[in-house]
């Protein structure tokens, strides 16, 4: 167990990791790429629950994000097969319960159901691949100081830092004391109900402990309330025609059915 949660963290951490790398992507102004990104959600959201290959043009996007910004495919595509069974249980059902026929690929009927079920499939691969190729390449600290220039409240910001940075903090505690019992356990000898509501209530004293001790420490080098960056945002031409042109294509593929028209095109050719 102490490893699994040791190995989650590393894959965690290796993520924000590629976020020091030097690209034209990693250079752009947190905002903009910000901005895209939650104009991708929107657009990925407005989709019927049927339009499974309108859906596929957006997949440009990150498919360009990640090239440019040298991020591997591995740590995500891992990340999506980690999260993956949460969007397959949303939807697993649908072919059960809608049973109307839709489509057809040759012999095989395919219905209603198999489509949302697809649709869901690839809404949630867009929307959790682009957010995590937004961290990989701005950083999840310069991501929350975009949040904030955009007007989300400071209180919020914080937090989602705190949570983040200390996230692997508390892991590290957690781990060393399943550790410990380990050791000190019979081997193999998991521990039971009474044990583990001992350790979680150790883990919360020690974190409430933690808490004030970094509070007091942040009041002593003068914390106000704001995380600065290394490197002040700074929003440019290059941001902005990115993100302008980003949400234009976005919105020529809600607008346009580009699949169907490539098939026409296609079909007069041939």
Not at 99 to 117: H, K, Q
Request: with cysteine.
């Amino acid at each position: 167990m102490t490893a699994r949660i040791e190995s989650a963290l590393a894959h965690i951490g290796s993520i924000e990791d590629l976020a020091a790398l030097d690209t034209p992507i990693h250079r752009l102004d947190p905002r903009a790429k910000l901005v895209t990104t939650l104009a991708l959600l929107v657009a990925v959201a407005s989709f019927g629950r049927y339009e499974v290959t309108r859906l596929l043009p957006l997949a440009l996007y990150p498919i360009v994000l990640a090239a440019l910004g040298d991020v591997p495919a591995g740590p995500i595509l891992a990340r999506l097969a980690l999260a993956s069974p949460f969007a397959i249980l949303v939807g697993i059902f649908n072919p059960l319960i809608d049973r109307a026929p839709l489509a057809a690929l040759g012999p095989v009927v395919v219905t209603g159901g198999w489509l949302s079920f697809a649709s869901i499939l690839v809404r949630f691969g867009l929307s959790l691949g682009t957010a995590l190729l937004l961290v990989a390449t701005t950083g999840f600290d310069a991501v929350c100081a975009a949040l904030a220039r955009l007007g989300l409240p400071r209180a919020l910001v914080i937090q989602l830092l705190f949570v983040y940075r200390y996230l692997f903090v508390l892991s590290d505690d957690a781990a060393r004391m399943i550790r410990a019992h380990g050791l000190r356990a019979p081997l193999g000898r998991r521990p039971g109900l009474r044990v583990a509501g001992s350790m979680l209530g150790q883990l919360l004293l020690r974190t409430l402990a933690r808490a004030q001790r970094i509070h007091a420490a942040m009041l002593c080098r003068g914390f106000d309330g704001v995380f600065r960056l290394r490197r002040p945002l700074r929003l440019g031409a290059r941001d902005v025609a990115f993100a302008v042109g980003w949400c234009g294509w976005f919105a020529l593929v809600r607008a346009v059915d580009l699949p169907q028209l490539l098939g026409a095109v296609l079909g007069r050719l041939g």
